[in-house]
């Protein structure tokens, strides 16, 4: 079955980029995603990339995404302390009636002043 | 901006009772989806729904689980006998279905069984 793996936990200082890490296994993924859940929140949305596009930039984040490693990351730029919470990824192969999505663990970013 | 909204925020109740949780998905949304995350576990699919019925659902679906469209802009989740592994925070969300089909989560309904 599909599994999305995230490292658990990143630190970063206040203006820094972060970079958090996913890899996942199912190859017919199309849709791959980035939540984020501050404490007590629900999950936001954030970006999300096609499986045909090896980049793509929002403001201050940038998803990258190999395809042939099933490697996809999100970098955020100057790194701010409302930036602290967890990452969720999460991937789908959207196809007739079949939408529903695969998370990651979810890594959590502590971001120092 | 349009949002998910979901009640109650918690809800406690007896193990073996019936509960029902609410969601308002987004008024022009197609789909709508129920997942739960047990505490210090992974975001995991229940159901999703379409066109007033279901879609596609996961081995937790079981039996005790259904799912109801009441109105035109209720989505309800019913468990009718808990236990206390179904303890975990249960988000609903909705999506467009067209483009990117993003799913927009609501905040939680956090279920505690005791």
């Known amino acids: 079955g599909e599994d999305v793996e995230q490292s658990l936990f990143l630190s970063v200082r206040e203006g820094d980029s972060s970079v958090i890490n996913c890899t996942y296994t199912d190859s017919s993924s199309t849709y791959l995603y980035w939540y984020k859940q501050e404490p007590g929140a629900g999950l936001q949305l954030l970006t999300y990339?096609?499986?045909?596009?090896d980049m793509k930039q929002d403001q201050r984040l940038t998803v990258l995404l190999n395809k042939k490693d099933k490697h996809l990351s999100l970098r955020i730029a100057d790194t701010q302390t409302g930036d602290s919470a967890i990452y969720f990824c999460?991937?789908?192969?959207?196809?007739?009636?079949?939408?529903?999505?695969?998370f990651g663990s979810g890594t959590r970013l502590q971001v120092q002043p | 901006e349009p949002e998910v909204t979901q009640t109650p925020s918690h809800q406690v109740t007896q193990m073996g009772q019936e509960v029902i949780l609410r969601c308002v998905p987004i008024s022009n949304h197609l789909y709508f989806y129920w997942y739960r995350q047990i505490l210090g576990q992974k975001v995991e699919f229940l159901v999703s729904?379409?066109?007033?019925?279901?879609?596609?659902k996961s081995e937790i679906f079981d039996d005790q689980f259904s799912v109801e469209r009441p109105d035109g802009s209720n989505f309800t989740l019913k468990i009718r006998s808990t236990k206390l592994e179904d303890s975990a925070m249960y988000f609903c969300?909705?999506?467009?279905?067209?483009?990117?089909?993003?799913?927009?989560f609501g905040p939680g309904t956090r279920l505690t069984v005791l």
């Open positions: 729904f379409y066109n007033n019925e279901i879609s596609e």
């Open positions: 990339i096609f499986s045909n596009m």
């Open positions: 999460a991937e789908t192969y959207m196809d007739t009636g079949r939408r529903a999505l695969t």
């Open positions: 969300a909705s999506s467009p279905g067209q483009g990117g089909d993003e799913q927009f």
